[in-house]
């Protein structure tokens, strides 16, 4: 069952009403009321103290309390405006009304309106104005005391509210309703059950307002404490001022129904309702009935507290908002939650449809490459069943159990990294094998001395076949690891005769030899030598005649 | 905050929302990245390019084990034997041959195994085409030994310079296989 707090906060004192129910049927389950300290080092500290100990007592729900606000903070105006739309107004009005509130700046105050009468397109406006300050200070003061309101009025519309569910406010007749304060009282004119004027007396029943203050200023000094002043007579001013100044409302009033009454509630103020004004009906305001329960102490007390907790319950006629700036954070929240909670719902319905949809073609994707990683592996081994030979023909028993172990369907390993795998256990095979065939690319192997020495042999052949008839006598062909800029090589130092007619058909010969050779692209460098006649002068001999060749060359060559 | 503080069913389903689309979209970026790489093995050209280069692989394999199996020096044999094999070869039958072996480092972690080859009897002497054969066969039969090495002379010490000597040598040679260090 809910739970509601309505708290009045005073400019000398404060009532709370605890409400247990709902918004039509609802009973006062705890009611406290006290006097809020004005003197002393820290007020607002003892007040806060005070209003929480009272909030303790009566168990409140301190998450769901309303306030309602002295109504000497607020200056009422009524305002006509050319639009019906209540956002448009909300938009403009605070600049609409700026000239009518020249006491106040307009940027340091809470416009609030209630829309009197709406005909077409124009609309009469009850607008409220409260300086932020003041409405600050009362919420901090309540935040201190540990429940911070949820929202905050002014008495009046608490005040109506209060009436209004206690179904006082009857469509065919109009109503005064007027709560005393400590030092304004609120008059609300109310016609056929609907709101109509408001207006603020700055007078109480302890007399005329000294500040504006409705609660203690943290580290104010106490204000001057007024002079002594007889009770009874002083009791006797407030009583004729709010009489006359009554009179003259109730004289001004413009309701299309008759005046039934005058509802008085609020502080005591004798002589106040011992004659009628204006030969109107005075009574007080009875807000409680038996249903609902009484407060404990004066009932005309809690009446603007009760309407306070009744609006929180969700009973109001008039919700009045002068946290309106403060809360349009939270009140946006409200109203986003909707259309977020479907935004919020639909992304994660989206963000679960794209990963379905990414799972879908993950595993189309794999079964295409499992297709591959199987027939790659049929193709791959030999089958003696099927009579298959293998691109592997020598299959490792290594390779065959990793091959053996992708068909079983228990492995997870993704097809294309068992493809990747199988090319690396190839692969490395394949390195090993050449390693041990003396094929690693790695290692740079010596060059061949009888591949040089074949080349400078082959040279000379060719020369043979031109006629020339060369003898070898002695030769020397060593392998010559490089240094520097020179290469790995072969170094051929041959002793040679070469026999002709005479020597110098010889030396002709030879010197064709020493070009043929010089015209090979494996030829590096060449070591000449003296030759010498033979004896009986048919040739000549060359001792330690050396060349140089370069076997890469020949490969290249050749390939 | 009040978000939290006034928390009711609405805000509670679009907090687990939120989160889980926070979750789910973590999750699809990771299977996004796995399904990209996918999507690039499972290109048609790329998985063919794949699958040939696995057989060009396997093919390489199997020609390398037949290259193996007619390898001369196998891996397990030592180069002193190879050598005595390939001398008592036909067209070769040059007879004893004497072996030293040495060993050289080449660079770090390649060592050349030398062996130096001459006759066990240093006053034989041998035709041209035994000792070619031998060379040869020396170097065709294993891909892994390469001649660094040759010394021929003639036999007849006493062959004048304008004398044409009868085909008879005697040889010295030295064979290398470089290998990594053990």
């Not at chain 1, 305001?285 to 409680?288: D, I, S």
């Given at each position: 069952m809910a739970r509601t707090c309505g708290i009045r906060i005073g400019t000398k004192r404060f009532e709370l009403v605890v409400l247990e129910g709902g918004p039509k049927k609802h009973k006062v389950v705890a009611s406290a009321s006290g006097e809020l300290p004005r003197e002393g080092d820290d007020p607002m500290g003892a007040a806060a103290k005070i209003i929480a100990d009272a909030l303790k007592a009566t168990k409140a729900p301190v998450d769901d309390v309303m306030v309602a606000l002295d109504t000497g903070l607020g200056a009422f105006r009524t305002h006509k405006v050319q639009l019906s739309d209540r956002a448009k107004i909300e938009e403009t009005l605070k600049f609409d009304v700026e000239g009518e509130f020249p006491h106040l700046t307009i940027d340091d105050a809470i416009v609030d309106f209630e829309m009197l009468d709406s005909a077409g397109e124009s609309s009469l406006l009850l607008v409220t104005a409260v300086k932020k300050d003041d409405i600050k200070r009362n919420i901090d003061l309540l935040a201190k005391a540990g429940a911070e309101p949820m929202e905050a009025e002014l008495e009046a519309t608490a005040m109506y509210n209060a009436a209004h569910a206690a179904g006082l406010l009857v469509a065919d007749k109009a109503q005064v309703l007027v709560h005393v304060g400590e030092h304004a009282t609120c008059v609300v004119v109310v016609d056929g059950g609907k709101l109509r004027e408001v207006r603020a007396i700055p007078f109480g029943a302890h007399g005329a307002a000294s500040s504006s203050t409705a609660a203690p200023v943290e580290g104010e000094a106490a204000a001057a404490a007024p002079a002594p002043v007889d009770e009874t007579k002083r009791a006797q001013q407030a009583a004729q001022r709010i009489r006359r100044e009554l009179a003259r409302t109730v004289a001004g009033a413009r309701t299309a129904n008759a005046v039934e009454a005058v509802l008085i509630c609020g502080l005591e103020v004798p002589g106040l309702l011992d004659e009628p004004i204006l030969d109107f009906d005075t009574r007080r305001?009875?807000?409680?009935t038996d249903e609902t329960g009484r407060p404990d102490g004066s009932a005309g007390e809690f009446v603007v507290a009760y309407g306070a907790a009744v609006r929180q319950m969700g009973g109001a006629a008039i919700t009045a908002s002068l946290r309106r700036e403060e809360l349009r954070y939270s009140g946006t929240w409200e109203r986003l939650e909707l259309p977020l909670m479907v935004l919020a719902l639909l992304l994660l319905l989206g963000t679960g449809v794209w990963y379905r949809f990414l799972g879908r073609e993950q595993e189309q994707l794999s079964g295409e490459l499992a297709f591959w990683r199987d027939s790659a592996r049929n193709f791959l081994v030999p089958e003696a069943k099927s009579g298959r030979a293998g691109y592997v023909a020598y299959p490792s028993p290594d390779f065959v159990k990793l091959l053996d172990g992708f068909k079983n369907p228990e492995n997870e390993t993704p097809p294309a990294d068992q493809l990747a795998s199988m090319q690396r256990m190839l692969q490395a095979e394949v390195l090993k094998l050449e390693k041990d065939l003396g094929q690693d690319a790695e290692i740079q192997q010596p060059q061949s001395a009888l591949t040089g020495l074949s080349a400078v042999l082959g040279v000379m052949d060719s020369e043979i076949a031109k006629g020339t008839r060369p003898s070898v006598r002695k030769l020397t062909s060593t392998y010559t690891v490089g240094r520097g800029a020179k290469g790995d090589h072969v170094h051929i130092v041959m002793d040679l005769t070469f026999f002709a007619e005479d020597s110098v058909t010889a030396s002709q010969q030879f010197e064709s030899f020493k070009r043929a050779l010089r015209s090979e692209a494996w030829f590096r460098e060449m070591e000449d030598k003296q030759s010498k006649s033979i004896e009986g002068g048919k040739g000549i001999s060359i001792q330690g005649f050396a060349v140089d060749v370069d076997c890469s060359k020949i490969q290249t060559v050749k390939s | 905050m009040s978000f939290f503080k006034d928390m009711n069913l609405a805000r509670g389903v679009i907090l687990g929302s939120v989160a889980g689309s926070l979750v789910l979209a973590w999750m699809c970026w990771q299977k996004s990245d796995e399904v990209a790489v996918l999507r690039t093995k499972a290109d048609k050209q790329e998985i063919e390019k794949t699958v040939r280069t696995l057989m060009q692989t396997g093919h390489k394999h199997t020609q390398l084990k037949k290259a193996g199996q007619s390898e001369g020096l196998g891996a397990q044999d030592d180069l002193e034997s190879y050598v005595r094999r390939q001398a008592a070869f036909r067209n070769v039958e040059i007879g004893d041959v004497n072996l030293v072996p040495g060993n050289e480092q080449r660079t770090k972690g390649i060592v050349d195994k030398v062996y130096r080859i001459k006759s066990s009897d240093k006053d034989r002497s041998f035709d041209r085409m035994r000792l070619t054969n031998f060379f040869y066969k020396l170097e065709a039969d294993s891909g892994r030994v390469k001649i660094t090495e040759i010394k021929m002379e003639a036999a007849d010490k006493r062959l004048k310079d304008h004398e044409t000597p009868n085909d008879q040598w005697t040889f010295e040679a030295e064979i290398t296989s470089r290998q990594r260090a053990q």
């Open positions: 305001l009875e807000a409680f | -």
